[in-house]
């Protein structure tokens, strides 16, 4: 009986190894295609400094 329980782990074991390191790659392949460029703006800098500064901008927005 013991042995039927440590064969069932084994394999418990092995299958969820197995679809994590599948997850894993998928994640990794969906980075790599559609984050491939870096997410911050050119003139980050100067867009924060603006906004921090409280320099006032071209575009006003209307509510």
């Known amino acids: ?5 440590n064969d069932f782990n ?5 299958e969820i190894t197995a679809i994590l390191i599948i997850k894993v790659v998928i994640l990794l392949v969906i980075k790599n295609i559609w984050f ?3 997410t911050i703006p050119k003139n980050f800098d ?3 400094a ?3 500064a409280g320099s006032p901008s071209i575009n006003k927005e209307t509510r």
């Open 46 to 48: 100067n867009q924060v």
């Open 36 to 38: 491939d460029e870096p």
């Open 10 to 14: 084994k394999r418990i074991i092995r």
């Open 1 to 5: 009986m013991s042995t039927k329980r």
């Open 50 to 52: 603006e906004r921090i």
